[in-house]
């Protein structure tokens, strides 16, 4: 991963946008849409986008210790603008490392096709049950199994269902309980984890921790949820810990 994803709060803070024409207009509408002031060279900013790719000006921003965008030259980027598919307050951002602007729309036009428009409404619902979600769930680690089953494929609340949002009433109410603790064990036909079957990804995904041989690669344990727990191991424990416990082996 070259590049570290994150979403920058620019409600009322300036952003230097230099140069003309149709990218230029096209940045300026992006940043005001996030809420930024958009102000020129001589401003003091953070952060600045250089639409027409500039390398003088570029060069110039650099030295005031500004994080520069320069349109079509990644080489020149200290950040990228990725593409976004906007469910506010869902924003999924799609990148290539400036690769491919291409690639990032075709995707994000994929991606758009399949999310309902109401999934910010799946959002805004969850943020107000929050103190009852953890009323019904005092224990964290089973709030968290409770509502990955919910927003599961087919759960009460699947993100890809129109009625999520107005599902959630009943899901806190009592239409759903927590899976127990369970052991899953999954044998790896490759070392690439673009080979991994939709059950892998999906228990990767799901675990609590991931018990794994120290033969499995970190391309696989990399797609496991960032705060599961990865133990290395020879085997799978008689008592592996309540959730969802995961064992990786390669298949000889």
């Known amino acids: 991963m070259q590049s570290l994803p994150v979403f ?17 207009d096209a940045k300026r509408r992006l940043l005001e849409r996030a809420g930024a002031r958009v102000v020129g060279e001589a401003d003091d900013a953070t952060l600045a986008i250089v639409s027409d790719g500039d390398e003088a000006t570029v060069a110039r921003l650099r030295k005031r210790g500004i994080w520069v965008n320069a349109t079509d030259k990644p080489d020149l980027c200290d950040f990228t603008l990725p593409a976004i598919v906007d469910r506010e307050p869902v924003l999924i951002a799609i990148g290539t490392g400036g690769a491919s602007a291409g690639l990032a729309k075709a995707l994000r036009q994929r991606i758009e096709a399949l999310l309902p428009t109401r999934l910010g409404a799946l959002a805004m619902a969850l943020h107000d049950a929050r103190g009852a979600i953890r009323a019904r769930w005092p224990d964290a680690a089973a709030r968290r199994r409770a509502i990955d089953a919910g927003l599961a494929a087919g759960g009460m609340i699947d993100p890809l269902s129109d009625k999520a949002a107005d599902t959630v009433p009943e899901w806190v109410g009592g239409g759903a309980d927590v899976r127990g603790d369970r052991r899953e064990s999954i044998k790896l036909l490759s070392a690439d984890p673009d080979d991994l079957t939709l059950r892998a990804a999906r228990l990767l995904g799901e675990a609590d921790r991931v018990y794994h041989a120290p033969d499995v690669p970190a391309a696989i344990l990399d797609r496991a949820r960032a705060d599961a727990v990865r133990i290395a191991a020879s085997t799978m424990p008689d008592e592996p810990g309540g959730g969802l416990s995961l064992w990786l082996e390669m298949m000889p």
């Open 8 to 24: 920058l709060r620019l409600t009322g803070r300036p952003v230097i946008l230099t140069g003309e024409g149709e990218a230029a």
